[in-house]
């Protein structure tokens, strides 16, 4: 697709961090080892791949995404059932791509981890049955595991700019979790160069959760842009994880946030499954204490989430790689 496919994103493995302890604490230090490559591989890329193999149990990553999982499930469903998963949010809800030649699905599930979500989802679906509780189980069991991975690189972040347990206890509280399970046609023949099935954009979240089927097609530009665009080849126990603007606010500039675009080749359907962490819509965004001081002076306003998000799906902003920067930088845009 590109010519300037050369760049690679790091890969830290997080075994012998343990998700079930309550409070990894200062003094663990493999916890403060992992954490340094966290915060180094955000900074310098805004992006890498974590490879923790025993997060999610095979059975369960196959029930998700594999033939017959419940991504394809939903997405083999006829064109007017999906439609009926609406939302009155444009980034919500089930959407397919109307850009000729981008022939994208996603279902965007917002809070897929309350009680009630993926049930009423399921009950669209399939009301026939009532919705179908193989498929309400995967998703959740799906979900809760890949949100401890993201709980856990939230964190490492927020203690790496100097956050108290107590300040990331409250930020866990002003954030929200979206799922968004997307479907890529195979192009075939047709496309021997690979075909945009995404554009480059970066992502409005905290941090976004990748994993797919077999088929690769994800590309993230390295070294904050100067780094040529890398394509990782991901393996069944990898999680790709990405920076996003609202993690670039609360690092103060620190951290960065990528552009990513989605390539497609071949001859097999792909199928991602991302979990993005937000703030929740009332939340004010703002940089932790500890990550501005004399030598770090604040680079972003203080401002409200809802206002953000509306600011970007206006016109004039739709396309705008750095809006975050043309939102809420101090003294203007800069970049
Ligand atoms: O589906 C993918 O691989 C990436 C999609 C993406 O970047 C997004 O939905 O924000
Ligand atoms: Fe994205």
Sequence with gaps: MSNDMNGTIPKIDFAGIDPAAASPGDGDSRWATVRAAVMDALIEHGGFEAVMDDLVAPELRAAMLATGGAAESLFSLPPTTKARYTNEKPHLGYVSSSIPGMPYETFSIMDPLSPDVVPALAGLMWPDTGGDSSFCETMHAYTERVAVLEAMVRRMVLESVGA????????????????????????????????????????????????????????????????????????????????????????????????????????????????????????????????????????????????????????????????????????????
Excluded at 240 to 257: E, H, Q
Aim: aromatic share 8%; proline share 5%; glycine share 10%.
């Design 164 to 335: 108290t347990a107590e300040h990331v206890e409250e930020q866990s509280k002003a954030t929200s979790l979206r799922l968004r399970i997307s479907r890529y046609p195979a192009p075939g023949g047709a496309a021997a160069e690979g075909r945009v099935g995404l554009p480059a954009h970066r992502d409005t979240s905290f941090l976004s959760v990748l994993t797919q089927n077999d088929v690769d097609g994800l590309e993230v530009e390295c070294g904050r842009g100067s780094g040529g665009w890398a394509r990782p080849a991901l393996s069944p126990c990898s999680f790709l994880i990405l920076a996003g603007d609202m993690l670039k606010v609360l690092t103060n500039g620190r951290v960065y946030s990528p552009l990513h675009r989605v390539v497609i080749s071949g001859e097999k359907t792909r199928y991602s499954c991302i979990l993005f962490s937000n703030p929740k819509d009332d939340a004010v965004v703002r940089a932790v204490d500890g990550a501005v001081d004399a030598q770090h002076p604040a680079v972003y306003k203080a401002f409200g989430y809802a206002e953000y998000i509306a600011f970007c799906f206006t016109r004039e902003q739709y396309r705008n790689p750095n809006k975050v920067e043309a939102f809420a930088a101090v003294g203007g845009v800069d970049g």
